[in-house]
């Protein structure tokens, strides 16, 4: 999860509660889970191309997907046609954690 061993700042960012995944986790849902694309070859439209394969795979099963976004991939996961339901700070220089859904219903994307 990150590239430090403090188990502190691990145990205090996964136990950050969003009220809005309460009500999208009672039904099916796809979530996008750690993509990341390393800092050489970004903006080549290599993270682009592993979020729309995640969003065609919900779109064929109709399912929403979520994901938590930093502030860094925000823009490209609105660009995906991804909303912002709820953000939170974090800890200072780490920055915002964001969770954003897509919903295929929307047609974008």
Known sequence: MFEHTDRTVEQEFSSIEFACLDEIEKKPHWDLITVAVVKSHQRRGIGAAI???GQKVAREEG???TVHSGPDAFKLYSKLGFEEMERKAVF?????????VWDPSHGQG
């Open 63 to 65: 399912l929403p997907v």
């Open 92 to 100: 200072e220089g780490i920055g915002d954690d964001i969770v954003m």
């Open 51 to 53: 979020v729309s394969e």
